[in-house]
């Protein structure tokens, strides 16, 4: 879609005014715009919200990196029509190791694998429940200490890893 310029009456020359990145590229951030590069603004701002939550500078789509050892810390995979379906974050090679998952996390309707192993996460909000397609699921070497509830409404997955956690008991209806 092309740039949106908002132009301000006044008793002046009309001066064109150039809405900020977000605004610009997204509409509002959160929404079901896409930006002009195809990206799903709701997908972008939930991996902004798990940067902000975590103290990470950058951008969404930067948010993908190797560290200095050419191991891989952070990728994501989006679909043809835009849409995130893979995210991996792990904090092995990181000095960086998120600890909070915002709620937001529930938004990424088309999220089929989601792996973010070896940090410091040490609650999963329900709202994980609402990825109705995820199918893998890796939150192994975190700081749990409950099984996350809304794993439970998870139809679709076929893969859980919760190894190295401080579980002590799992729901009676997981399987």
Known sequence: TPAKILLIPSCEESVPIIPTLGEDLC????GDDFNEAGYHCGDLQVIQDIMDANNIDGEPLNFTYLNYYSNEV???TWSDEGRLTNFYY?????????????????N???LISLYLGNNHISTIPESIGNLSN???LNLRNNDLTAFPVGILSLTNLTYLDLYGNEITSIPENLC
């Open 27 to 30: 509409g509002v951030l959160g």
């Open 74 to 76: 952070s990728t994501q």
């Open 90 to 106: 792990s904090g092995a090679y990181s000095d960086i190791k998120p600890s909070i998952i915002p709620e937001s996390i529930g």
């Open 108 to 110: 990424l309707s088309n």
């Open 134 to 136: 995820l199918t893998s």
